[in-house]
Every structure is written in C-alpha cells, then in structure tokens.
C-alpha cells in the first residue's frame, strides 16, 4: 500500500527530483507538473495551467486513497493528458434522496463533457468491497455515469507500491556465469539474428571464453531481448530467448536485457506490453546520441510504468487471448500469401504462357511487326 512512509521512494522511483522537502516532476508535452511539499503534507496540481480542483480533501496526506488520486493523475500526465481535461471531486447527485456523491478524477473530452470517471481505492479489502459492488449494480461508478451521461468510459482505480520490488530487472550482470566451466557451450545472437516478428531465428553456439570478456550482453533462458539502437528498435527488433543452448545466452551490445520478477508478473505478459508500437513511440522520444547512432537508455525502461494484473492468472488469461489473436492474423495472413501467389500465377500464364521463368525476358521483347519502324 502506498504510504506516507514509502511515498518519497514511490515518488523517485517516478522520475520526481527534490529540493529539500518537496519533489517536482514536470511533464513538457502538455506544460504540466505534479508536486508534493512533505513539510506542510501538501499534494500540488497544476491549477494555474486549468486544472479543476472542487473539493482540497483530496490534496493532503490525511487520506491513503490520496496517494492513489496523486499516482493516478501522475499516470494520466504521462500518458499525456492535458490539465484542463482532468478534474478532481466533480459532484453529482446520488439517488433520489439528492445525497452528494463526489467521483474522484474526471477526464474531460475536447468539448469539457465527461469522457472518463475514475473512482480510486486503496490496494486490498477496500479496492475488493468496490469491485464487488461493482459487479452486483454498478456501484458509485455506475450512479455518476447517469448523472454524466456523456461519460463513455468508466475505471475502479487502485495502485500499489510493493516494497520498492520491481516487474523487471534490466540488462542483467555477467557475473551470473561465473559458477560455469568456460569451456561451456553458449548461445551467441547477433543483432540481424532477431526478427521483427518477435522471434530469434539463428543462434550460434560459442565457448563462454570468448563471449563473457567482451562488451556483449548477457541473457538467459526466458529474458527479453531488445535493439536499443535506431534503427533496430523502431524496426521492432525484440524476442523472448528461448532454445539457447545451456539455457545461457550473449549477444549484441546494441540489446537491453529484461528480466520479470517471477513473483509479480511472467515474461510473456511482460514482453506484450513492451513490444508495443506506442511503447517504441515513447523510447524513439528518449534516444541520446548523435544521428545515425541513436540509443534508448535503459532509464527510460526502468522508469517506464507497466499497469500489471496483481493475479498471475489474469495475467495468463490475457497472454492466451493474445495468442489465440496472433494465430488468427497468422492465419489470414498465409491465406492472403497464397491468393496474391494465386493472382501473380494466373496473370504470368495469361502473358507469357507456360514459358519458363529463363525465358521470361525473351517473352518480354515485343513482337516484330509492334516495333517502331
């Protein structure tokens, strides 16, 4: 749960810099910023640049749901929304009592109709009371989406901070392989080895002598590989090492490694949601480096924030869904190979006959008499 306690390491884990007891984080795309004065127990939003504030309950430290309320405007403005679309404690009117009810944050569209409302809940036995009721007839949720019948989305909110332990670990250490004989045999993957598709096509076995001294990078059975260097990594370059031999593996400088915490999240559900096209959108963002020779730091993973199912079996429902999509675009796709083949054979016979492919370019040549004289 995120606490007063564990706030100030939650906040640097999201890329917030101090000065003295506050913490700043800006966001340039839209001009916004998030702070948190922890002198006075202030949560700061961005008031002057439009965003709406109706009730401060929510702007101090006296509530726990208000360390969820600030992660989740801080995911919002990461996902670029800008300040005058978001609200907080938007009011409406609950049964025919007329009893208050206030929803936590309202994103607003273009026109400043309610899009999406989101109720926010500390992790655990309330978050589960609210899903519960949720289930059963709508709950809060549904009483604020008659009273904002122009909302089309709506969200029961919770996040956690799980004693500073993360999804994934990135680009791993060597040292691993020290308890193995140099002479063992290990998979080495070149950069032109992994497809775009997601998959490694050829791995070459090499002594670990010759491949641990050198800048290569270190991988192992089930981590995720990914080009850091452009073009590569808008190309989609990136793979779960599977097949490797001795289940080690080395390869070019130019990949970041990933590991999933086991305990947290798998690899598949992990290497989904990076090999995302707006995840390398984002990384494209963040290179450094001259022209020609462009590279995402591994900053920009480490501080990338990854909403994971806290149920490991959600997380496999999702990854069958997935597969099972995946297998049907296979699918359509051979389909659509072999009728475009189909149409290619059907027009070479109509031109050329039965003439074979050494005799095209003679079959080519236009007949005497269509000459020009």
Known sequence: MIIKDNFKDLLAKLGFSSKGDTFTKKFKETDAYLKVDFKTEKLIYPEDKGFTINERQTCN????????????????????????????????????????????????DNSGKSLLIIECKTEGKEFDDAWKKT??????????????????????????????????????????????????????????????????????????????????????????????????MENGKCAIATGLTNEIGFGSSEFHVFRANKKLTNNKFLFAFINRKVIREEAEKNMTGSSGHRRVPDTFYKNLQIPTPTDLKVQTKLISNIENAETKIKTSQELIDGIAKKKEEVIKSYLIGKASEPKLAMAAEPKEEYKKK
Request: hydrophobic fraction near 35%; proline fraction near 2%; aromatic fraction near 10%.
């Open 135 to 232: 289930l059963i007839n709508g709950g809060q949720l549904l009483s604020y989406v008659k009273q904002a019948g122009s909302t089309q989305f709506v969200c029961l909110y919770a996040s956690d901070y799980l004693d500073n332990k993360v999804l994934a670990e990135v680009n791993l250490s060597k040292s691993e392989t020290r308890s193995f004989n140099e002479s063992t045999l290990v998979s080495f993957v070149e950069m032109a080895s992994v497809s775009e598709e997601g998959f490694i096509s050829h791995r070459e076995d090499r002594l670990l002598k010759d491949v641990k001294t050198g800048s290569y990078c270190y991988f192992k059975e089930g981590d995720i590989i990914i080009a850091k260097i452009t073009p590569c």
């Open 61 to 108: 430290f006296k509530q726990k749901e208000n360390f969820v309320v600030f992660e989740c405007v801080h995911r919002l403005f990461d996902q670029q929304y800008k300040p005058e679309h978001i609200e907080l404690e938007p009011k409406w009117k609950v049964g025919h009592g007329a009893s208050g009810g206030r929803a936590d944050i309202m994103v607003k």
